[in-house]
């Protein structure tokens, strides 16, 4: 009875988390470019898909977008984290404050602030100042991914390589970046994902012609979502969602979103690290 | 790896973050802080006492807090759940973080309209089962549900993660002791998760309190918060100081919240893993 | 257990690559056209939101080679300040009349060159005539769209038969009602409901319709721009304020929907093209103008966007004579004039003011 009771209301949450989701992929077989209106089945949407040459133009900028600021992000936000573990209790909480602002700070006054730097600059809105803001963004989820793996590691392996005769960079590369591996892919993924599923930042730090998804939908919002749009979505989400079934991702297997979650879930986490 | 040589290696980081993040940061407090001829001015902070920011703020204030509270209400009974049933954190944060983003926020935001409209899904749901119809869409109550379906993932995380430390002999010791089940929540379960509990709420209320898209989106444009007027000043009116001040003020929410949490987290335990 | 790790971690990164890596081949494939017209330059167009057939872009960079660098506005509120600022030099706008004013007052327009323009000769001349109203002697503006504001109505709601504004007050269809969300045509509504002008400078008049609009407040279902027409649609409401451009549309949608100019009058707009001073492709912009105005181009657009238009020669093209000959899309217009207006551009004091009264009724 209580189990029932237990499975009842996480089938009830996952249906709050995943009931939109549903409602979008259904809008994409839908006849109608009307939203509230149902008008018959039709796949029709899934080719124009590929011919609506501002939609696809949209996509290209947010994957690049997403693939660049996090490989950016992965390499700045790796090394920080490798810094931060050699400093000092001093050094290394005033820089795990900085890293905490993006994390903590309102999506808003960001991406507010970030277009007033690049404007004072003299710098034309484009795909660099966004791009530039995803980085920025993007960085503290790798530090945290990336950190607690730099924790776990056994530092006499290190000096074993080196008493073998290893140069410092062939030791890291035989023996530290292999351990650190899972942690900075995951922090890449999650900075992927971020920068993929960010609306407000790139709102403010855009110029004109240049669209990601987010904001293409955005202004879309005013004039009726083209069915194009959720299309898109559908497929994107599908595709995730099977690989990752094929993968057998959601198995009961540990971890792979952990150092992953641990950023994501704290975006303030390592306040204990300011602590040490 | 704790050479001390590394430090170097945090130099490309701390020039960008110089640069990005604070550099950025104190522009909004120079446009905050002046006026349009340039020249110092707190007319502009004092801009939110002005009725209409005045209402906006206080209505981002209490909708938030509402969507806080149910986020935390909802997040508690389903952590335990999760924890007792040993799901991974891994395929947890996957089917409530990862997957879900990859269909765009916004995009799931509107099909949230197609829910709740009057002759949306949730509707016709209830009307088949003859019950009475929902109106909310377009109502302070919209937005609420749209904060809390957008943020509530931020709340389960930490509580779980919470949760998910506690030692278990702790609880067979106050079963021990005579503890019964009431009891053992209120003196160890609880105590032991304030830490998670006090993150889940800074991670929830922030975003809440300063979007400007949930209102947008569900609210009819019928209700303002804090976020869209900061957002109409800079995209419609282009009144950057006017923005910046308002954007200051909320400043002030942030850097209180950041505190409370650092209190209530002493010993820096909470939101690890 | 790591290699379990390692193995997770690899599937989502692959999975995550793939996925990137599939769909961004996609995109690719179709963001480079032409490369070999490349050297015609670029045209950066900033237009309403989905005011054209996107088709009709591409027919564009395909026929001159010209690449069109596309951005899109809400409301002539928000294009305006990015215009004057200056920080991007845009080469066409559409504005509507009274910004197209407002454009000129400011210096912020320059003059086209009409023999770049030879397809100006469709468009018709009682459209000119209009536009030369704020416009004298059309040096500047080729009109491109043009209606009216009406409210439309759900036959199977509303009993009565809607002839005025006053009922957008009626408290039986509280909560079904839909107001538009933009500064001139929100308080249009209650000025000329008080049977004033809808160009008044007077504060009076203003606050009177303010009041007005904030007593109505609890019977508005939402403040929209272009989802009313979705709504409306979908039965989710009784009536709203709409351009009569979205009427045909949304009747084809769902047959109960109905439209009518109220008798107190109402707004009759009409949005054109124009080149900003600091535009840096002039003769691009030029020649993306003539190609709107071409009659086959000026049709597709049309038939993407069943808004008016006022060339005369794409309007032969519509075949479906109902459409052609509607009175919504192209009504009396010496009837109407008798009580409706066209926007003015009042000056930054009334616009002042105007945003002023908007924002108290938004605030309440």
Same mark, same amino acid.
């Given at each position: 009875?209580?189990?029932?009771?237990?499975?009842?209301?996480?089938?009830?949450?996952?249906?709050?988390?995943?009931?939109?989701?549903?409602?979008?992929?259904?809008?994409?077989?839908?006849?109608?470019?009307?939203?509230?209106?149902?008008?018959?089945?039709?796949?029709?949407?899934?080719?124009?898909?590929?011919?609506?040459?501002?939609?696809?133009?949209?996509?290209?900028?947010?994957?690049?977008?997403?693939?660049?600021?996090?490989?950016?992000?992965?390499?700045?936000?790796?090394?920080?984290?490798?810094?931060?573990?050699?400093?000092?209790?001093?050094?290394?909480?005033?820089?795990?404050?900085?890293?905490?602002?993006?994390?903590?700070?309102?999506?808003?006054?960001?991406?507010?602030?970030?277009?007033?730097?690049?404007?004072?600059?003299?710098?034309?809105?484009?795909?660099?100042?966004?791009?530039?803001?995803?980085?920025?963004?993007?960085?503290?989820?790798?530090?945290?991914?990336?950190?607690?793996?730099?924790?776990?590691?056994?530092?006499?392996?290190?000096?074993?390589?080196?008493?073998?005769?290893?140069?410092?960079?062939?030791?890291?590369?035989?023996?530290?970046?292999?351990?650190?591996?899972?942690?900075?892919?995951?922090?890449?993924?999650?900075?992927?994902?971020?920068?993929?599923?960010?609306?407000?930042?790139?709102?403010?730090?855009?110029?004109?012609?240049?669209?990601?998804?987010?904001?293409?939908?955005?202004?879309?919002?005013?004039?009726?979502?083209?069915?194009?749009?959720?299309?898109?979505?559908?497929?994107?989400?599908?595709?995730?969602?099977?690989?990752?079934?094929?993968?057998?991702?959601?198995?009961?297997?540990?971890?792979?979103?952990?150092?992953?979650?641990?950023?994501?879930?704290?975006?303030?986490?390592?306040?204990?690290?300011?602590?040490? | 790896?704790? #050479?001390? +040589?590394?430090? %170097? $290696? =945090?130099?490309?980081?701390?020039?960008? !973050?110089?640069?990005?993040?604070? &550099?950025?940061?104190?522009?909004?407090?120079?446009?905050?802080?002046?006026?349009?001829?340039?020249?110092?001015?707190?007319?502009?902070?004092?801009?939110?006492?002005?009725?209409? #920011?005045? +209402?906006?703020? %206080? $209505? =981002?204030?209490?909708?938030?807090?509402? !969507?806080?509270?149910?986020?935390? &209400?909802?997040?508690?009974?389903?952590?335990?759940?999760?924890?007792?049933?040993?799901?991974?954190?891994?395929?947890?944060?996957?089917?409530?973080?990862?997957?879900?983003?990859?269909?765009?926020?916004?995009?799931?935001?509107?099909?949230?309209?197609?829910?709740?409209?009057?002759?949306?899904?949730?509707?016709?749901?209830?009307?088949?089962?003859?019950?009475?119809?929902?109106?909310?869409?377009?109502?302070?109550?919209?937005?609420?549900?749209?904060?809390?379906?957008?943020?509530?993932?931020?709340?389960?995380?930490?509580?779980?993660?919470?949760?998910?430390?506690?030692?278990?002999?702790?609880?067979?010791?106050?079963?021990?002791?005579?503890?019964?089940?009431?009891?053992?929540?209120?003196?160890?379960?609880?105590?032991?998760?304030?830490?998670?509990?006090?993150?889940?709420?800074?991670?929830?209320?922030?975003?809440?309190?300063?979007?400007?898209?949930?209102?947008?989106?569900?609210?009819?444009?019928?209700?303002?918060?804090?976020?869209?007027?900061?957002?109409?000043?800079?995209?419609?009116?282009?009144?950057?100081?006017?923005?910046?001040?308002?954007?200051?003020?909320?400043?002030?929410?942030?850097?209180?919240?950041?505190?409370?949490?650092?209190?209530?987290?002493?010993?820096?335990?909470?939101?690890?893993? | 257990?790591?290699?379990?790790?390692?193995?997770?971690?690899?599937?989502?990164?692959?999975?995550?690559?793939?996925?990137?890596?599939?769909?961004?081949?996609?995109?690719?494939?179709?963001?480079?056209?032409?490369?070999?017209?490349?050297?015609?330059?670029?045209?950066?167009?900033?237009?309403?939101?989905?005011?054209?057939?996107?088709?009709?872009?591409?027919?564009?960079?395909?026929?001159?080679?010209?690449?069109?660098?596309?951005?899109?506005?809400?409301?002539?509120?928000?294009?305006?300040?990015?215009?004057?600022?200056?920080?991007?030099?845009?080469?066409?706008?559409?504005?509507?009349?009274?910004?197209?004013?407002?454009?000129?007052?400011?210096?912020?327009?320059?003059?086209?060159?009409?023999?770049?323009?030879?397809?100006?000769?469709?468009?018709?001349?009682?459209?000119?005539?209009?536009?030369?109203?704020?416009?004298?002697?059309?040096?500047?503006?080729?009109?491109?769209?043009?209606?009216?504001?009406?409210?439309?109505?759900?036959?199977?709601?509303?009993?009565?038969?809607?002839?005025?504004?006053?009922?957008?007050?009626?408290?039986?269809?509280?909560?079904?009602?839909?107001?538009?969300?933009?500064?001139?045509?929100?308080?249009?509504?209650?000025?000329?409901?008080?049977?004033?002008?809808?160009?008044?400078?007077?504060?009076?008049?203003?606050?009177?319709?303010?009041?007005?609009?904030?007593?109505?407040?609890?019977?508005?279902?939402?403040?929209?721009?272009?989802?009313?027409?979705?709504?409306?649609?979908?039965?989710?409401?009784?009536?709203?304020?709409?351009?009569?451009?979205?009427?045909?549309?949304?009747?084809?949608?769902?047959?109960?929907?109905?439209?009518?100019?109220?008798?107190?009058?109402?707004?009759?707009?009409?949005?054109?093209?124009?080149?900003?001073?600091?535009?840096?492709?002039?003769?691009?912009?030029?020649?993306?103008?003539?190609?709107?105005?071409?009659?086959?181009?000026?049709?597709?657009?049309?038939?993407?966007?069943?808004?008016?238009?006022?060339?005369?020669?794409?309007?032969?093209?519509?075949?479906?004579?109902?459409?052609?000959?509607?009175?919504?899309?192209?009504?009396?217009?010496?009837?109407?004039?008798?009580?409706?207006?066209?926007?003015?551009?009042?000056?930054?004091?009334?616009?002042?003011?105007?945003?002023?009264?908007?924002?108290?009724?938004?605030?309440?």
């Amino acid at each position: 009875m209580k189990t029932a009771l237990q499975r009842i209301y996480l089938a009830l949450i996952a249906i709050f988390l995943y009931a939109p989701i549903g409602v979008l992929m259904v809008l994409s077989f839908n006849e109608s470019k009307s939203r509230n209106h149902w008008a018959g089945f039709t796949t029709k949407w899934y080719v124009s898909l590929f011919e609506n040459k501002q939609i696809m133009e949209a996509l290209y900028t947010t994957l690049i977008l997403a693939f660049v600021s996090a490989a950016i992000a992965m390499v700045l936000g790796t090394a920080a984290a490798i810094a931060m573990e050699a400093m000092g209790k001093k050094l290394r909480t005033y820089t795990m404050g900085v890293t905490n602002i993006p994390m903590l700070n309102a999506d808003i006054v960001t991406g507010i602030s970030m277009m007033l730097l690049f404007i004072a600059l003299g710098m034309r809105l484009s795909f660099g100042s966004v791009l530039i803001a995803h980085i920025t963004f993007n960085i503290p989820y790798v530090i945290l991914s990336v950190l607690p793996r730099l924790r776990n590691l056994n530092p006499s392996v290190y000096e074993a390589a080196r008493d073998l005769g290893a140069s410092p960079l062939q030791a890291f590369g035989k023996v530290i970046l292999p351990d650190l591996a899972p942690g900075i892919l995951s922090g890449f993924l999650l900075a992927f994902t971020m920068s993929l599923d960010d609306f407000v930042i790139t709102h403010f730090t855009k110029g004109p012609g240049l669209d990601t998804l987010s904001t293409k939908i955005y202004t879309e919002v005013k004039k009726g979502i083209k069915p194009e749009m959720y299309a898109l979505s559908t497929i994107m989400f599908v595709s995730v969602f099977v690989l990752l079934m094929l993968f057998n991702g959601i198995s009961s297997r540990k971890s792979a979103g952990r150092a992953a979650g641990k950023a994501a879930r704290s975006k303030k986490a390592d306040r204990s690290e300011t602590d040490r | 790896m704790k #050479n001390k +040589k590394n430090i %170097w $290696l =945090s130099g490309p980081y701390l020039v960008w !973050s110089a640069a990005f993040v604070i &550099i950025p940061l104190l522009l909004v407090v120079y446009y905050g802080l002046t006026a349009k001829d340039g020249g110092f001015s707190l007319e502009y902070i004092t801009a939110v006492t002005q009725p209409e #920011n005045w +209402k906006a703020l %206080w $209505l =981002s204030v209490l909708l938030s807090l509402v !969507s806080t509270v149910i986020c935390l &209400i909802l997040s508690y009974p389903l952590a335990m759940i999760l924890v007792r049933s040993r799901l991974s954190s891994g395929s947890m944060i996957i089917f409530l973080f990862i997957l879900p983003m990859w269909m765009n926020f916004l995009l799931r935001t509107i099909a949230w309209q197609n829910l709740l409209e009057k002759n949306g899904v949730i509707n016709s749901v209830l009307s088949w089962l003859h019950l009475p119809a929902v109106n909310i869409i377009n109502t302070p109550g919209a937005i609420v549900l749209g904060m809390v379906y957008n943020f509530l993932p931020f709340m389960i995380l930490p509580i779980y993660n919470a949760l998910s430390k506690i030692d278990e002999n702790l609880f067979h010791a106050a079963r021990d002791l005579g503890a019964n089940s009431v009891q053992t929540f209120v003196k160890i379960t609880l105590p032991l998760t304030v830490p998670g509990i006090v993150s889940g709420i800074t991670m929830v209320f922030i975003p809440a309190m300063t979007t400007f898209v949930i209102s947008d989106l569900l609210g009819g444009a019928k209700i303002l918060l804090i976020g869209n007027v900061i957002e109409q000043e800079f995209k419609q009116a282009s009144n950057w100081h006017a923005g910046s001040g308002l954007s200051l003020v909320l400043m002030v929410f942030i850097v209180i919240n950041m505190i409370v949490t650092s209190i209530a987290d002493k010993d820096g335990e909470g939101a690890l893993l | 257990m790591k290699m379990m790790r390692n193995r997770k971690l690899m599937a989502l990164g692959i999975t995550a690559a793939l996925t990137a890596g599939l769909l961004s081949g996609c995109g690719s494939n179709t963001t480079q056209p032409e490369d070999n017209k490349e050297d015609a330059g670029e045209v950066v167009v900033y237009n309403w939101g989905d005011y054209l057939d996107p088709e009709t872009l591409d027919m564009f960079e395909e026929e001159t080679g010209i690449k069109v660098v596309y951005e899109e506005y809400e409301t002539n509120e928000i294009m305006y300040p990015k215009v004057e600022s200056g920080a991007v030099a845009y080469d066409v706008l559409c504005p509507s009349d009274y910004m197209v004013e407002k454009l000129l007052q400011n210096d912020l327009l320059q003059e086209l060159d009409k023999d770049n323009i030879p397809n100006l000769k469709n468009i018709g001349d009682e459209y000119l005539q209009w536009s030369a109203q704020f416009d004298p002697g059309n040096k500047y503006v080729v009109p491109y769209c043009f209606g009216t504001v009406g409210i439309i109505y759900n036959k199977t709601m509303v009993e009565e038969p809607v002839d005025s504004w006053s009922i957008l007050w009626d408290e039986k269809y509280s909560g079904n009602i839909y107001m538009q969300n933009s500064v001139r045509d929100a308080l249009m509504v209650g000025l000329k409901s008080l049977g004033y002008s809808m160009n008044t400078t007077d504060e009076g008049q203003l606050e009177e319709a303010a009041q007005l609009l904030i007593k109505q407040k609890p019977l508005v279902q939402g403040y929209f721009v272009d989802e009313i027409r979705d709504k409306m649609i979908g039965n989710e409401g009784a009536m709203g304020v709409i351009y009569s451009g979205d009427v045909h549309y949304a009747m084809r949608e769902n047959p109960d929907l109905a439209y009518t100019i109220p008798k107190e009058g109402t707004n009759v707009w009409i949005d054109g093209w124009v080149i900003p001073k600091n535009a840096e492709n002039k003769e691009n912009a030029e020649a993306f103008i003539n190609f709107m105005c071409r009659p086959d181009i000026a049709h597709i657009n049309f038939e993407y966007l069943t808004y008016s238009t006022p060339n005369t020669a794409a309007r032969e093209l519509i075949e479906d004579e109902e459409i052609r000959d509607s009175d919504i899309l192209y009504p009396d217009m010496n009837a109407l004039m008798d009580t409706c207006e066209t926007f003015k551009y009042l000056g930054e004091d009334a616009e002042e003011l105007y945003s002023d009264k908007w924002l108290e009724v938004k605030s309440q």
